[in-house]
């Protein structure tokens, strides 16, 4: 099993900055990838970006491509998306999620955190 502590949300203004954390908990050896999810409301959910733990690859949505990153911390098996130049679109509630070694899907998911960006 694994359990998943997201932070870091809460309302900003356009321009902002926050920075979201995910820590794993559990059977964590088995650590495939760690991403972030979110889902506006209304709307489906959609990736953000993920971190391949083992390979240290990373990928980002193309919606936020150059003003978020992610990164882990190896050690606490926890991951970070930094969100820069925020915009009133990234309005949603993030969710972390954790990818187990030997499967093609996200199994694990966080609480989720609230963002909203006001204009």
């Known amino acids: 099993q694994i359990q998943l502590i997201e932070s870091g949300g809460g309302s900003v203004q356009t321009g902002d900055s926050l920075r979201l954390s995910c820590a794993a908990s559990?059977?964590?050896?088995?650590?495939?990838?760690m991403g972030w999810f979110r889902q506006a409301t209304g709307k489906d959910r959609e990736f953000v970006a993920t971190?391949?733990?083992?390979?240290?690859?990373?990928a980002v949505a193309d919606s936020v491509k150059g003003r978020f990153t992610i990164s882990r911390d190896r050690v606490k098996y926890t991951t970070y998306l930094q969100m820069n130049n925020l915009k009133p679109e990234d309005t949603a509630v993030y969710y972390c999620a954790f990818r187990p070694l030997g499967r093609d899907e996200y199994t694990y998911w966080g609480q989720g955190t609230q963002v909203t960006v006001s204009s």
């Open positions: 971190f391949e733990w083992r390979g240290g690859n990373t």
């Open positions: 559990g059977r964590t050896a088995y650590t495939a990838a």
